[in-house]
């Protein structure tokens, strides 16, 4: 109510089968300020209307609404205790005694349960992410060793020509560029696309919105630079060691 009703109100309780068990009228006296309300919201109730009254009124309207037999439905929620003692203790007294249908939940359990499922889901995740960025940096850095590997005659012919090491290494940088910008142009419109796709099937399912992971997006970036820069200067510092003369007179099979 946002204000006081203008006489009694009639109120009427139905079966599971819509059969009239109870009629009445109310009389709204008063609004309640106290957190009571809050409370009672609290264990579930809050979309069903809160009468406070007497234990002797209860008693009387009960009677009328069951046929005469006194019936209760009595909602607790229970803090500050230990969880798994009292979800016990509280299923022992329902065995010993006849308290008509229960429902016992432990929140506690509850979270602790989701907690550990989270948990679980994140270590499965993360866990396959690193597995899947190691097997792709062991294959980056195994192509490009192998391949400036088998062009050392090529750098031994420009070692010849008079190409100095600082022109060198600006080329092996220029090249790392070309490599990771190629790998990311084509890697990041595919993840971008797997992940709008994985969205799209989640979104059937729960109320989520989609971004995109910019923060991600960098530091996938500079890992590629990283792994890139890092393999092409330690093959290329080998692939100059050797002698000229003896590098040139290799063959290639």
Do not use: C
Request: glycine share 8%; hydrophobic share 45%; aromatic share 10%.
């Amino acid at each position: 109510f946002t204000q006081k009703p203008e006489g009694p109100i009639a109120v009427e309780f139905l079966d599971l089968d819509g059969d009239l068990l109870w009629s009445g009228q109310f009389e709204v006296a008063a609004f309640g300020t106290d957190d009571v309300f809050q409370r009672s919201a609290s264990v579930g109730i809050s979309a069903n209307p809160v009468v406070v009254a007497s234990a002797e009124e209860f008693a009387a309207w009960s009677q009328g609404m069951n046929g005469g037999e006194s019936w209760k439905n009595l909602r607790l929620g229970l803090d500050g205790m230990d969880p798994e003692a009292l979800t016990n203790r509280l299923v022992d007294l329902h065995r010993e005694g006849s308290y008509g249908r229960y429902y016992i939940s432990n929140r506690y359990a509850d979270q602790t349960t989701m907690r550990n499922l989270r948990t679980f889901v994140r270590v499965f995740f993360y866990g396959f992410v690193a597995l899947i960025t190691l097997v792709g940096v062991a294959n980056i850095s195994n192509t490009i060793t192998t391949n400036i590997a088998q062009r050392k005659q090529e750098f031994a012919v420009l070692r010849s020509v008079g190409m100095e090491p600082d022109a060198f290494k600006r080329m092996i940088r220029f090249e790392s560029l070309l490599i990771g910008l190629r790998a990311l142009l084509i890697g990041l419109p595919v993840g971008l696309a797997g992940n709008y796709l994985v969205f799209r099937i989640l979104a059937r399912s729960f109320n989520i919105t989609f971004r995109v992971p910019w923060l991600e997006i960098a530091i996938v970036i500079l890992t590629v630079g990283v792994v890139i820069g890092a393999t092409m200067l330690a093959a290329s510092r080998n692939a100059m060691r050797g002698n000229i003369v003896d590098t040139l007179k290799l063959e290639n099979y």
